[in-house]
T-cell receptor
Framework: ETGVTQTPRHLVMGMTNKKSLKCEQHLGHNAMYWYKQSAKKPLELMFVYNFKEQTENNSVPSRFSPECPNSSHLFLHLHTLQPEDSALYLC???????????FGSGTRLTVV | GQNIDQPTEMTATEGAIVQINCTYQTSGFNGLFWYQQHAGEAPTFLSYNVLDGLEEKGRFSSFLSRSKGYSYLLLKELQMKDSASYLCAVRSGGYQKVTFGTGTKLQVIP
């Protein structure tokens, strides 16, 4: 596989559920990101990891919990979400923050 | 804070040229990106400008004026497949902070 792979592509979860989103990159990049994309809103940066260390948390509620076990994998753990958290969650990677990002196809999350 | 403005929608004819503008207000400017996003798909990287001037890449060109806080994306010889949203994004205040505009939805018509 090449590029940035996200699973699952679609997820429907109740407000009391716990689920995780997975992102894997095969590009040898050392930075990974989580972005949220809601309808008619700009992409919102959530978290940044550089060499597996979290370097940015953009005031994200604690019901979103990221994990980066190594520089190729990134997870977003979800628990007790709200309906307004329904959105497209995009993972991206880059080399040294100086190049353009390579995005995954995203996970379309619906909270019911 | 940051403010990035781009038109919400544009329509252009197949074979024509279209210019999508982006204005921004930020401190610690560190570069400007353009991405293309087709409906239901991930954004894909188009261009990156950090110095003033025009960067040409095939049918697509991107221009930056840092003093004016202004950029544009120029698409030539439009094709139907160019119908997509075009996202302007600004990096500032450190390499890791990239802020996106709301995007310009371009419709190419025959």
């Amino acid at each position: 596989e090449t590029g940035v792979t996200q699973t699952p592509r679609h997820l429907v979860m109740g407000m009391t559920n716990k689920k995780s989103l997975k992102c894997e990159q095969h590009l040898g990049h050392n930075a990974m990101y989580w972005y949220k994309q809601s309808a008619k809103k700009p992409l919102e940066l959530m978290f940044v990891y550089n060499f597996k260390e979290q370097t940015e948390n953009n005031s994200v509620p604690s019901r979103f919990s990221p994990e980066c076990p190594n520089s190729s994998h990134l997870f977003l753990h979800l628990h007790t979400l709200q309906p307004e958290d329904s959105a497209l969650y995009l993972c991206a990677s880059s080399q040294d923050h100086q190049d353009g990002y390579t995005f995954g196809s995203g996970t379309r999350l619906t909270v019911v | 804070g940051q403010n990035i403005d781009q038109p919400t929608e544009m329509t252009a004819t197949e074979g024509a040229i279209v210019q999508i503008n982006c204005t921004y207000q930020t401190s610690g400017f560190n570069g400007l990106f353009w991405y293309q996003q087709h409906a239901g798909e991930a954004p894909t990287f188009l261009s990156y400008n950090v110095l003033d001037g025009l960067e040409e890449k095939g049918r697509f060109s991107s221009f930056l004026s840092r003093s004016k806080g202004y950029s544009y994306l120029l698409l030539k010889e439009l094709q139907m497949k160019d119908s997509a949203s075009y996202l302007c994004a600004v990096r500032s205040g450190g390499y890791q902070k990239v802020t996106f505009g709301t995007g310009t939805k371009l419709q190419v018509i025959p």
